[in-house]
Each structure stands twice: as C-alpha cells, then as structure tokens.
C-alpha cells in the first residue's frame, strides 16, 4: 500500500457518458501524475501537476480530457462523451519531494466503455 | 515508449537467475527507475538508479550505465510469484516526466 488511493477501483460506462476518477495522494507537496495503461503496453503520460499547478499535458490528452488539482490536494481526472478507445487502466503516481525521485503508484482505476 | 527498450518476454526456472536489459536515449537522461506489475494491479516501485553501479534490495538488484544508456534489473533465487511483467521507466530529455518501456513479461515455471 503506497498510500495513494483511486476511486473507483473500477468503472463500466455507456459511449457518450462523463466519467471522472479521483486520486487522493500521500501529501500535497509533491508532483502528482496521470498515466493511461492498455493491455500490453507500458503507462502511457496524460499529464502532471506540480501542487496545484498543471505544468505538462500530452498530445494524448485531447479536448475530451481534463485534470483538475484544486489546492493541490486530491486531483481527478475527467473523461467527456467516452469512447470505447477510452478503456484503459487510469494510474495516478505521486513523487515525494525530498524523498529521492521515487514514484508511487496508486492502485488505478479501470474504465470499460461499452 | 519508443525511447525506452526492453525484451517483451522472458521465461526462467524456480529458483534461478534473471537479468531483464532495458536501453534508453542518454539525451538528458536524469535517472531510471525499475517496477514490477502484476496482471490486473497497478505497478509496484522496484529501484531507481541516477548513478552508475549496482544496488542490491533483497534478492532484487539494479544496475545503471550512463554512458552506456543501459540498465538491468537482476532477480535472484526465483520464485513464482516473481511472474510479472518488469516496467523499466527513465527520465529523458531533460525531463522529469518519467517515459515508460513496454514492460518484460516474465514467466516463472516450476
């Protein structure tokens, strides 16, 4: 347990739907990050946050997508009018400033869209 | 990630020896990191390397070349819960967004 949580665990959708995924990370002061993962292949980055401000996004994060870190706390991750391309694993990872580089990972959220 | 190399499966026995090889661009390289990823769950953090030499966890061990753009994760005395795949993941271009492989699939038989 790395102490960062994802909820929920697990999400079936309709095509068309809103969905969102919380990540709630050990601490605020750290970079807090969100990756997509299929089967097969490695994570994939969708962007990251440096407390609460959105520093990277990546080209996979189209207009469908956005990220949120209010006050540098908890972030969600929220995908609009959901394709079945969207199904993927959604990994949130925290890096403890003054604690090495290490990355933690939280236990993800699965997302089918059917 | 295409930066990152690793080979995509690996088979060994209970009880023996694996080094898994992972190959990156130098190119601002900042460090590398090693995670294990059972199937179904989140990866789980493993080692990270920013300086040349080998660090020994356990039965686990990495190793970084920075002139080489090369790193191994070695696994000793075997087990099957070791069956997994291995994420090698650096920090590249000068970036701390760490880039992922695609993961080395590691088979563990009896």
């Known amino acids: 347990d790395t102490g960062v949580s994802q909820d929920p665990r697990h999400k079936i959708t309709k095509r068309g739907q809103n969905v969102t995924f919380r990540c709630d990370p050990i601490?605020?002061?750290?970079?807090l990050y969100w990756y997509r993962q299929t089967l097969g292949q490695g994570p994939e980055f969708l962007t990251y946050?440096?407390?609460?401000?959105?520093?990277?996004k990546s080209r996979l994060l189209s207009d469908r997508f956005s990220a949120e870190r209010p006050k540098g706390s908890f972030s969600t991750l929220e995908i609009q009018r959901t394709e079945q391309g969207d199904s993927a694993m959604y990994l949130c990872?925290?890096?403890?400033?003054?604690?090495?580089?290490?990355?933690?990972f939280g236990e993800g959220s699965w997302l089918t869209v059917v | 990630g295409q930066n990152i190399d690793q080979p995509t499966e690996m088979t060994a026995t209970e009880g023996a020896i694996v080094q898994i090889n992972c190959t990156y661009q130098?190119?601002?390289?900042?460090?590398l990191f090693w995670y294990q990823q059972h199937a179904g769950e989140a990866p789980t953090f493993l080692s990270y390397?920013?300086?040349?030499g080998l660090e020994e966890k356990g039965r686990f061990s990495s190793f970084l070349s920075r002139s080489k753009g090369y790193s191994y994760l070695l696994l000793k005395e075997l087990q099957m819960k070791d069956s997994a795949s291995y994420l090698c993941?650096?920090?590249?271009?000068?970036?701390?967004?760490?880039?992922f492989g695609r993961g080395t699939s590691l088979i563990v038989h009896p």
């Open positions: 990872a925290q890096q403890l400033l003054g604690n090495g580089n290490t990355i933690y």
């Open positions: 601490s605020e002061h750290n970079r």
């Open positions: 946050f440096q407390n609460e401000a959105q520093l990277e």
């Open positions: 130098t190119s601002g390289f900042n460090g």
């Open positions: 390397n920013v300086l040349d």
């Open positions: 993941a650096a920090f590249l271009g000068g970036s701390y967004i760490p880039t």
